[in-house]
């Protein structure tokens, strides 16, 4: 495993580093603007499989995906609704996850057979750096074991996984708070299917 703190390094050099490792198909553990997530490259079925392996993570929950702009929905995504529309444009980047339906050639390790895809844009951290160099999208679990508190620091992400990871990008403690409100938009009529960041009422005032 390598750490690699970009306050030491550059910037640059940890994309690099995380983007290689990405797409030698290794996991990588990288901060968001909430808590550290977990990212494997979206199409790689013998890295989704690893890391739902080190997480303990059970096959029928499905595993989000952070991209760096809209445009990469075409790689996961069959359709964009009209409300799906509405949300994108107002709430990212951010803390917004949407439920779309998903390309038939995507993997069910994502999609947990419900043929939607949760992906959103993230806020300002390193994770919205990495996925706008990168190009596809990568997936954004919380960097824990199920069912255990989400990583706020390197260190625990150590303590949880030790030699698991491939790499793990230290940018110190991140924030916390609340995690993204997820909204299912796969078809026009949409509902909230977990409050958080962004309120209900939040949502409902754009729909």
């Given at each position: 495993?390598?750490?690699?703190r970009p306050?030491?390094?550059?910037?640059?050099e940890?994309l690099?580093?995380?983007?290689g490792?990405?797409?030698?198909?290794?996991?990588?553990a990288?901060?968001?603007?909430?808590?550290?997530?977990?990212?494997?490259?979206?199409?790689?079925?013998?890295a989704?499989?690893?890391?739902?392996?080190?997480?303990?993570?059970?096959?029928?929950?499905?595993?989000?995906?952070?991209?760096?702009?809209?445009?990469?929905?075409?790689?996961?995504?069959?359709?964009?609704?009209?409300?799906?529309e509405?949300?994108?444009?107002?709430?990212?980047?951010?803390?917004?996850?949407?439920?779309?339906p998903?390309?038939?050639?995507?993997s069910?390790?994502?999609?947990a057979?419900?043929?939607?895809i949760?992906?959103?844009?993230?806020?300002?951290?390193?994770a919205?750096?990495?996925?706008?160099?990168?190009?596809?999208?990568?997936?954004a679990?919380?960097?824990?074991?199920?069912?255990?508190?989400?990583?706020?620091?390197?260190?625990?992400?150590?303590?949880?996984?030790?030699?698991?990871?491939?790499?793990?990008?230290?940018?110190?403690?991140?924030?916390?708070?609340?995690?993204s409100?997820?909204?299912?938009?796969?078809?026009?009529?949409?509902?909230?299917?977990?409050?958080?960041a962004?309120?209900?009422?939040?949502?409902?005032?754009?729909?």
């Amino acid at each position: 495993m390598t750490i690699i703190r970009p306050a030491e390094t550059g910037i640059s050099e940890a994309l690099e580093k995380a983007s290689g490792t990405l797409k030698a198909g290794g996991v990588i553990a990288y901060p968001t603007e909430t808590f550290y997530g977990l990212g494997v490259k979206f199409d790689n079925i013998a890295a989704l499989k690893k890391l739902c392996g080190i997480k303990d993570r059970p096959r029928n929950k499905a595993l989000p995906l952070i991209i760096g702009e809209k445009r990469a929905l075409k790689l996961i995504a069959s359709s964009i609704t009209a409300s799906a529309e509405k949300l994108i444009q107002k709430f990212w980047p951010g803390p917004l996850m949407l439920l779309l339906p998903a390309r038939p050639d995507i993997s069910e390790l994502l999609t947990a057979t419900t043929g939607k895809i949760a992906v959103r844009v993230p806020g300002e951290s390193f994770a919205l750096e990495l996925v706008r160099s990168l190009g596809f999208p990568i997936t954004a679990t919380s960097a824990n074991i199920s069912g255990m508190p989400p990583a706020d620091n390197a260190d625990d992400v150590v303590r949880y996984f030790g030699d698991a990871l491939d790499l793990i990008i230290d940018c110190g403690e991140t924030p916390g708070g609340k995690p993204s409100t997820i909204v299912d938009a796969s078809e026009e009529k949409t509902w909230i299917v977990r409050a958080g960041a962004i309120l209900p009422e939040e949502v409902f005032a754009v729909l």
